[in-house]
């Protein structure tokens, strides 16, 4: 029989089995039906489905099993809200922008009020022709705004696609107040900014977007929100104890850990520490000393013929990781030689694989941030005393080592566990967005052309350094998270792409895209829409294949 044939029949037998009804994601921040990114299938889903005769038909499709599974989620409800809330800091941002005006322009009126006393006979006219321009461009200001305003009432998911984006401040409002000092704009600037600062309503501050992204990320800590604060002080609470509920943790860490309890949630989640609190510094001792013997034991066989080809290749293989900034300083680069070489040693089945250095930063970067505030990027990691360089070390490799183990099969001989991976990731876009994987065909785009890396290095060559570490938070509280989850998330992030993917005509553009997908400007509200999409995948598919869950 033919695979699609096979996939037909596995569907048939399968569906009764599928949920008709999904639970919400505990910890998800977001729906996981994004409304904007799936505008197609939210219309599939109001249809009403045609009345037939007789007995009910089973669902042969993904859209009928869509159908069925309509009153999942609310989306009008959630759409709303998300509407709201784009509109809110739309408008909280031209607040920001009209106080920063006025701030400005109040400091040049001081400024001409004392040029005024000398000002020289004969100006009268001139400042009375000021007086008018002024008057007119406040005029031209007020339309300017109104047409703001009428544009977020009308489409506010457009107003939040600009508020997302990198460009935002220099489309929403022009300001004029920008002008060289001396000019009439610089009246009328100030008068029009004191006009939106009154005409706009009071709320309460909102942490742009690119502050929210760097609250779980490796940018700078910035002043926490209310619920953000409550959040950490409930990580706190929970880990203050005398033994950690780790079942607790994950539902907590599920949609992120605040970047001041991270290194210890980690720890705890990769089982490297024990619930126990008293015996966590113990274990602390005991496993660093551990590494530091294989250390004076393996290091030195590095030139030896029989190790020397792995060391070369990772020498070869680190400085192409990234952060540059962070990972070509000579004493990290010293640090991830030794974590890799002796993780290669200790593993013979496998060795050291390209792609495995990769799994190292994730850990060193969020084990710095115990001794640091200040971005890690542009940190000198040589200014941290031995100590603190000799327990990051260990304590990334050992975390390094438990992630490994659940995966290992991706990296031994042929790396059969990626090619199971790749296979399922097909078999299960064939299922839940049949036009994006006929299109793939179409093409004579493989999976495996793409999909590997993904499976390989975990996405991390795809998402900035902070998604990887926001997502892995989710991993590791997430059962089976970097061996089983991880492919719902590759399926979601696939999908995600929808649009793009059908815009394109011919096998190297499909390519192009797939390997430079644009996720720069990615943060936290992406990682998450992506995550909560991936359980709602989970659910749904929980009673498919086994060969899903390997």
């Known amino acids: ?120 006979p004969g100006q009268g006219e001139e400042d009375a022709q000021e007086e008018v321009a002024a008057e007119e461009l406040e005029e031209e200001e007020e339309d300017e705004y109104l047409r703001v305003e009428e544009v977020e009432a009308i489409s ?204 190292v930063t994730p850990f060193f970067v969020v084990f710095v941030f115990e001794y640091i505030e200040e971005e890690v990027e542009n940190f000198d990691v040589s200014s941290l005393q031995e100590e603190a360089l000799r327990n990051i070390e260990a304590d990334s490799f050992w975390c390094m080592s438990k992630l490994l183990d659940g995966i290992q099969d991706n990296y031994t001989f042929a790396q059969p566990g990626i090619q199971r991976k790749v296979k399922a990731l097909e078999e299960l876009v064939s299922r839940i967005d049949e036009s994006v994987h006929r299109h793939m065909q179409q093409y004579e785009v493989e999976y495996l052309q793409f999909a590997f890396r993904w499976m390989n290095n975990l996405l991390m060559r795809e998402l900035p350094l902070r998604c990887t570490i926001r997502l892995w938070d989710t991993y590791q509280a997430e059962p089976e998270g970097f061996s089983h989850f991880h492919l719902y998330v590759c399926a979601a992030f696939l999908v995600r792409w929808r649009k793009e993917i059908l815009e394109e005509r011919d096998f190297q553009g499909l390519m192009i895209l797939l390997q430079n997908l644009p996720t720069m400007h990615w943060g936290n509200e992406e990682v998450s829409v992506l995550l909560a999409e991936a359980y709602r995948l989970k659910f749904a598919f929980a009673d498919a294949p086994n060969h899903y869950k390997r």
């Not at 941002?93 to 004392?114: D, F, G, L, W």
């Not at 760097?214 to 953000?228: I, K, L, V």
Request: glycine share 4%; proline share 8%.
């Open 1 to 120: 029989m033919s695979s699609d044939g096979n996939k037909k029949q596995f569907w048939k037998r399968n569906a009764a089995k599928v949920p008709g009804s999904i639970q919400h994601v505990y910890g998800a921040q977001h729906p996981p039906f994004d409304p904007l990114l799936h505008a197609n299938l939210i219309k599939a889903g109001n249809k009403p489905p045609p009345a037939t005769p007789g007995k009910p038909k089973k669902a042969t499709t993904f859209q009928e099993f869509e159908s069925i599974t309509s009153d999942a989620w609310d989306v009008g409800d959630d759409d709303d809200e998300l509407l709201a809330m784009a509109a809110q800091n739309l408008n909280i941002e031209v607040v920001m922008e009209t106080a920063n005006k006025v701030i400005e322009n109040h400091s040049k009126q001081q400024e001409r009020q004392r040029q005024d006393d000398t000002t020289e």
């Open 156 to 359: 506010p998911d457009a107003s939040f696609a600009s508020q997302s984006s990198p460009y935002a401040d220099s489309r929403l409002v022009k300001s004029h107040s920008e002008a060289p000092i001396g000019s009439p704009r610089d009246a009328a600037g100030e008068r029009a900014g004191l006009h939106r600062q009154r005409s706009l309503p009071h709320r309460p501050p909102v942490i742009p977007l690119v502050a929210r992204m760097a609250d779980q990320n490796t940018s700078g800590t910035p002043a926490m929100t209310e619920r953000e604060a409550s959040r950490l002080d409930k990580f706190k609470q929970l880990l203050a104890g005398p033994n950690t509920d780790l079942e607790e943790l994950r539902k907590l860490s599920w949609s992120g850990i605040p970047r001041q309890v991270r290194p210890i949630a980690w720890k705890l989640l990769s089982g490297y520490l024990p619930a126990n609190a008293e015996r966590r510094e113990s274990v602390l001792q005991r496993k660093r000393q551990e590494y530091f013997g294989f250390i004076q034991q393996y290091y030195d066989s590095r030139n030896d013929e029989h190790h020397q080809d792995t060391y070369r290749q990772i020498h070869i293989d680190i400085p192409r990781m990234s952060p540059e900034n962070l990972v070509l300083q000579p004493k990290v680069t010293e640090i991830f030689e030794r974590i890799l070489f002796i993780w290669a040693i200790r593993h013979p089945a496998s060795g050291y694989v390209q792609g495995i250095n990769d799994l």
